[in-house]
C-alpha cells in the first residue's frame, strides 16, 4: 500500500482535503526529513489553523503535520519526548500525541504522554496499509457533522491483521 492511495481514499470522502493539505504530486523534499519524502512528495500536510476544520484529520484525530510547521513540530516532540531521537514525527493531535517513524528500523509508534511508546506498525507500508483498509472496511467513516470518526473496535480489528506483532492492536 502507498500513501497515494490513502490520499485517494481520503479523497473520494472529503475532496476538501485536497486543498486543507495541499495535494499536488512531484513536490520538493528539500524541506523534509529523507525518511518522510514518500509522504511529503505528494502533499503539505494540514496546518493546525486551516479553514477546512473537517478536511483536517487523514486518521481521527490526527493531522499530517505541514511542511511549514515541520522542523518547529519535531523540535517541540523531542523537547517532550527524550530519549528517541531517532523518532521523526509525522501526525499530530495537538495534544502532545504523535505519530513517529523511528528513523533507525522503519517501525511506526504512537507516542503519548499517558501510554509512552507504542509500536503500531513495521514500516510506513504496513501503516498506510491500514489507514486504507479502515477507510475501504467503513472503520473510518464521517460523523453527522461531517468530521472524521472511528469504529474502535473495527480499527483495532484491522489493525491487528495487518500489524499482528504490535500490541496496540490488542489493547
Given at each position: 500500500m502507498s500513501f497515494a492511495e490513502v490520499v485517494a481514499s481520503v479523497l473520494e470522502q472529503r475532496p476538501d482535503f485536497k486543498k486543507a493539505a495541499g495535494v499536488a504530486p512531484g513536490k520538493s523534499c528539500d524541506d523534509v526529513p529523507s525518511p518522510l519524502a514518500s509522504i511529503y512528495g505528494s502533499v503539505d500536510g494540514t496546518e493546525q489553523g486551516t479553514e477546512f476544520q473537517t478536511a483536517v484529520d487523514i486518521v481521527p484525530g490526527f493531522r499530517l503535520i505541514h511542511r511549514r510547521e515541520l522542523?518547529?513540530?519535531i523540535a517541540l516532540f523531542h523537547q517532550t519526548y527524550t530519549g528517541i531521537e531517532n523518532f521523526i514525527p509525522f501526525l499530530a493531535d495537538g495534544s502532545s500525541c504523535y505519530?513517529?517513524?523511528?528513523?533507525?528500523?522503519?517501525?511506526?509508534?504512537?507516542v503519548a504522554q499517558e501510554y509512552g511508546l507504542s509500536r503500531v506498525a513495521a514500516n510506513l507500508e504496513d501503516f498506510w496499509a491500514t489507514v486504507l483498509?479502515?477507510?475501504?472496511e467503513g472503520a473510518?467513516?464521517?460523523?453527522?457533522e461531517?468530521?472524521?470518526?472511528?469504529?474502535?473496535?473495527?480499527e483495532g480489528d484491522i489493525g491487528l491483521r495487518i500489524n499482528?506483532?504490535?500490541s496496540y492492536w490488542s489493547e
Open positions: 522542523q518547529e513540530e505519530i513517529a517513524l523511528n528513523d533507525s528500523d522503519g517501525s511506526v509508534v504512537r483498509a479502515c477507510y475501504q473510518y467513516f464521517l460523523d453527522d461531517g468530521f472524521l470518526d472511528y469504529d474502535f473496535e473495527g499482528p506483532d504490535c
